[in-house]
């Protein structure tokens, strides 16, 4: 399978930003839905953002309003604008491309790790 990279992570203060980007390449990648998990110590895997081939997008309740997922087909890149972050948003994060029910259709990549602290 084509590897993801996640990247972008990093260290930030509550309220500030970050944006992430997820290296996706083949051309196939287009014609899929896209997404970020992300997964907190001690926690499930989730799903956080989503994003279909034609640009229609989906957050969890969680980071609605804060973080925006975007797409360059012909780049072949998946993009997480977070803003606002919270120290609860802490954690690795992670692109895939997510079936209907959620879950990866893809092999994980290494994930990029988010810290939220002052």
């Known amino acids: 399978q084509v590897p993801l990279v996640e990247t972008g992570g990093g260290l930030v203060q509550p309220g500030g930003s970050l944006r992430l980007s997820c290296a996706a390449s083949?051309?196939?990648?287009?014609?899929?839905?896209m997404g970020w998990y992300r997964q907190a110590p001690g926690k499930q895997r989730e799903l956080v953002a989503r994003?279909?081939?034609?640009?229609?997008?989906n957050y969890a309740d969680s980071v609605k309003g804060r973080f925006t997922i975007s797409r360059d087909n012909a780049k072949s890149t998946v993009y997480l604008q977070m803003n606002s972050l919270k120290p609860e948003d802490a954690a690795v994060y992670y692109c895939?491309?997510?079936?209907?029910?959620?879950?990866?259709?893809?092999?994980w990549g290494q994930g990029t790790q988010v810290t939220v602290s002052s």
């Open positions: 083949g051309i196939v990648r287009s014609i899929y839905d």
């Open positions: 895939n491309s997510p079936m209907r029910n959620g879950s990866p259709r893809l092999s």
């Open positions: 994003i279909t081939s034609g640009g229609t997008t």
